[in-house]
Nanobody, 124 residues
């Protein structure tokens, strides 16, 4: 069974950091573009960042540029999202997703496999 599983979410104070992980089972991530999306209560899902299969190309939403870093370790079949300088507005459920056609866009409709999400709450 093909699965993506996110982990690493939690409660953190403003200004703090978290590292999210997205691990694949049942398939290799090596050939796929991977993205992180998030959805806050009452809001639409939004793209946060994507990374190419090689890890050489990356893109970020303006709201997280300079604070979040996406990376991947294909040997571990895992993609990461390092989140620094967290703000209350970063509070959301974070999802990772795989695009098997490697289109390198932040459009959630282009992603074929999704994880179940991990909650990130930024609050004092």
């Amino acid at each position: 069974q093909l699965q993506l599983v996110e982990s690493g979410g939690g409660l953190v104070q403003p200004g703090g950091s978290l590292r999210l992980s997205c691990a694949a089972s049942g398939f290799r991530l090596d050939y796929y573009a991977i993205a992180w999306f998030r959805q806050a209560p009452g809001k639409e899902r939004e793209g946060v960042s994507w990374v190419s299969s090689s890890g050489l190309s990356r893109n970020y939403a303006d709201s997280v540029k300079g604070r979040f870093t996406i990376s991947r370790d294909n040997a571990k079949n895992t993609v990461y999202l390092q989140m620094n300088s967290l703000k209350p507005e970063d509070t959301a459920v974070y999802y990772c997703a795989a695009d098997t056609r490697h289109r390198l866009k932040m459009d959630s409709l282009l992603y074929d496999y999704w994880g179940q999400g991990t909650q990130v709450t930024v609050s004092s």
